[in-house]
Each structure stands twice: as C-alpha cells, then as structure tokens.
C-alpha cells in the first residue's frame, strides 16, 4: 500500500500545479489509509508537504505573472493568524472521544474526516455550478475578504488543508480573478496557510523528518509537471474538473468514515 501512497504522492503535486489546490485532499487520505498515519498527525505532515510543494508553485506562477499579491493578502490579514491559534491552542484541546451514542462513538479523527468531505462536496458543488451563477455573484468588498479569511484560516487549522478547494472558488466566483490567476493565488495562500500551522504544530507531535523530505521531493516534481501541462488547458475546463475530482474524493471519504 505504501507503494501506491507514493505513487499517490506525484499526483498531489500535479494536482497543486494544475489546478491550485487538491493537494489536502489527496494528502490527508493518503498519509490515513495508505501510510497508516492516524487523522490528526496526518493533518500536520499535510500542512508541511502541502505548504513547501506549493511554494514550488507559486514560484513557477509568479514568474509567469499568474499570482495576484493584493488578493493573496486580503485573505492573509485573518487566516494566517487563524491558522495559528488553531493548530497551537485549539486543536491540541480538543478531546479524542467528542460525544457516545449508546455503543457508537464519535472521536476526534472521524468528526475530522467527516467535516472534511462535507466541506469538499460544497466546494465541488460551487465549482461545477459556477459558471451558471457568476451573473448573481458581487465583487467582494475587503470586509468580505477577511471573513473569509477566517473561515478558510479555520479550516486550514482544523484539518491540515492547505484550502486550495475552498480559495479558488471564492477567488473566481467572488472576487471575479480567472481562472488561472487564481490558480497562483492560491498556491501563495496555501503556502503561507500550510507553513504556519505547521509551525504552530511542532512541539505538540513527533515528526518524521526522512519520510517528509521523501515524499516533498515526490510532490514538488508533481507541482513542476502540473504548472507546465495547466498552461495549455483552457480555464474552464480547469474550473469544471477541479470541481468534479473534490467531489469524488469528498463522496469517498464521507461513505468510508460513515459506512
């Protein structure tokens, strides 16, 4: 299984390049069921792998003009910090049984997991429907923004997700950026996101360093393939298939935890 998982990893790279997010999706399911590493440490080496692949790629977007730094740091001004408190304060606080139903318990790991692929399957929905409801959608304002911002920062925090499947449609279908561009974005964001609540992790688990650099260096050539293939797909499509894989994996994981 560990062979798939590395195989696995190449696409979370390419995933990040192609479509500027995708890589927690695939990340924390991959480090769960196939390296065997338990949800909430899965959701910090995801932080780690995710973050620095996507530095890779925001290097190679920003270079082709495709990152948007005054979009990047509205979200930034609140979801930084977010990231932070939670992976540092709130997280570790959380008890692994949340709550009992007769002989079913709920834990911690399952309500992470769970949680995920709800908030996948809106995101997907959102993506796949965009172009149908852009007409009713308003620029954002900055207010907006920083909300935002928290909300992405939470979930960055909670689940280890860089927010890839959550930035990119309020990029495209608030704020009006393209396709493309918020594809750079995005990677910029994710960057900042991921590194920060990675730092607000250590010294609360015990970290692999030789397994992180193992599958770092898997992934960053992942991003590298991507960003060049995405270059010559066209924007919708992007948006559209970007929607459809988040709604897949959203479908797997939620029918796995569940049943």
């Known amino acids: ?18 479509i500027g997010g995708g890589g927690s999706i695939l990340t924390v399911p991959v480090l769960v069921y196939l390296f065997h590493f338990e949800p909430a440490l899965a ?3 995801s932080l780690f792998i995710v973050g620095l692949t996507s530095l890779a790629g925001t290097i190679y977007q920003y270079s082709k003009g495709y990152v948007n ?10 979801s930084v910090a977010t990231v932070f408190v939670v992976r540092k304060y709130l997280l570790p606080a959380i008890p692994d049984q949340l709550m009992r ?7 911690k790991s399952s309500a992470m997991m769970v949680f995920f692929a709800a908030l996948m399957l809106a995101a997907s929905v959102s993506m796949i429907l ?32 860089g927010g890839g499947f959550l930035i990119i449609p309020v990029l495209v279908l608030l704020v ?15 960057t900042i996101n991921s590194v920060i609540g990675f730092i607000g992790d250590i010294g609360h688990v015990a970290i692999d360093w030789p397994f992180l650099l193992r599958i ?12 060049a293939i995405g270059r010559h797909i066209p924007g919708e499509r992007l948006r559209s298939g970007f ?7 959203g479908i797997y994981i939620l029918s796995r935890e569940l049943f």
């Open 69 to 78: 730094i005054k979009a990047a740091l509205s979200f930034g001004l609140t």
């Open 1 to 18: 299984m560990e062979i798939i998982g590395y195989i696995l990893s190449v696409f979370i790279g390419i995933s990040l390049g192609l």
């Open 216 to 227: 770092l260096g898997i992934t960053i050539c992942g991003v590298i393939i991507g960003s």
């Open 243 to 249: 929607g459809w894989c988040v709604l897949t994996m």
């Open 176 to 190: 009006h950026i393209p396709i493309k561009e918020a594809i750079g974005t995005s990677l910029f964001i994710i």
């Open 130 to 161: 965009g172009h149908r409801e852009k007409h009713r959608n308003q620029q954002a304002n900055l207010p907006k923004l920083l909300i935002i911002g928290l909300g992405i920062g939470l979930v960055t925090g909670l689940l280890g997700a």
């Open 101 to 107: 139903f007769g002989t079913f318990t709920v834990t």
């Open 43 to 45: 959701t910090s080496y």
